[in-house]
């Protein structure tokens, strides 16, 4: 069987999905994933980019979805996440025909939240972004990212529903009293760490 076309496309399949779960496992990952770019994000980095929470950039970088031009169409997470990042007009001009767009477009587009002049400021700004994250409850954070994954996904009203089926199970009232005996006091809250990751099992 293994020159039978079928076989071949079967196992190709496999693998294209196997690469596209390496993106998703950052969108799936509890904690909010920080991209920051500097230089060429190109292909690929686009497609783990795009699984990102959020994105930050230098004032000389740039994008590319270029897979079009290397005869072939992106097929790990670009194309399905860029058109609920920014219009969709704008996502097959840039699909079609792989130009480069540059961190000022990037910012009007939306796909990334602030560009810096160099290097240095974009580490030191996304490192304190990831500090103030830090400092609250991880249940919450988790709880928050989940979320706003659902309500992209759904409706309004079905992600109301979840959100309340959430709470009624994950509403934690000891992370509640520590963050507010920590305004109270000016200190910092200390937060019990959420239970280590469980690894799905091989299907």
């Given at each position: 069987?293994?020159?039978?076309?079928?076989?071949?496309?079967?196992?190709?399949?496999?693998?294209?999905?196997?690469?596209?779960?390496?993106?998703?496992?950052?969108?799936?990952?509890?904690?909010?994933?920080?991209?920051?770019?500097?230089?060429?994000?190109?292909?690929?980095?686009?497609?783990?980019?795009?699984?990102c929470d959020m994105?930050?950039?230098?004032?000389?970088?740039?994008?590319?979805?270029?897979?079009?031009?290397?005869?072939?169409?992106?097929?790990?997470?670009?194309?399905?996440?860029?058109?609920?990042?920014?219009?969709?007009?704008?996502?097959?001009?840039?699909?079609?025909?792989?130009?480069?767009?540059?961190?000022?477009?990037?910012?009007?587009?939306?796909?990334?939240?602030?560009?810096?002049?160099?290097?240095?400021?974009?580490?030191?700004?996304?490192?304190?972004?990831?500090?103030?994250?830090?400092?609250?409850?991880?249940?919450?954070?988790?709880?928050?990212?989940?979320?706003?994954?659902?309500?992209?996904?759904?409706t309004v009203a079905?992600?109301?529903?979840?959100?309340?089926?959430?709470?009624?199970?994950?509403?934690?009232?000891?992370?509640?009293?520590?963050?507010?005996?920590?305004?109270?006091?000016?200190?910092?809250?200390?937060?019990?760490?959420?239970?280590?990751?469980?690894?799905?099992?091989?299907?």
């Amino acid at each position: 069987f293994k020159g039978d076309p079928s076989h071949r496309a079967e196992r190709m399949r496999r693998m294209v999905m196997l690469l596209q779960d390496t993106f998703t496992a950052i969108e799936q990952a509890r904690m909010p994933v920080i991209g920051a770019v500097q230089g060429g994000a190109i292909g690929g980095a686009v497609d783990l980019l795009s699984a990102c929470d959020m994105r930050y950039c230098t004032q000389d970088a740039f994008f590319t979805i270029k897979e079009t031009q290397l005869g072939m169409t992106a097929d790990v997470g670009t194309l399905q996440r860029l058109p609920k990042l920014f219009p969709i007009g704008i996502v097959k001009e840039l699909a079609y025909t792989g130009r480069n767009f540059g961190a000022a477009e990037a910012q009007q587009l939306g796909f990334v939240n602030q560009v810096f002049d160099d290097q240095e400021s974009l580490l030191d700004a996304v490192m304190k972004i990831a500090q103030q994250i830090a400092m609250n409850s991880p249940l919450a954070v988790s709880g928050t990212k989940t979320m706003i994954n659902y309500a992209a996904e759904h409706t309004v009203a079905e992600s109301l529903t979840y959100m309340a089926t959430w709470q009624a199970g994950m509403f934690q009232m000891e992370d509640v009293f520590k963050a507010m005996e920590a305004q109270k006091t000016k200190t910092l809250p200390e937060y019990p760490p959420l239970h280590p990751a469980i690894k799905k099992m091989n299907s």
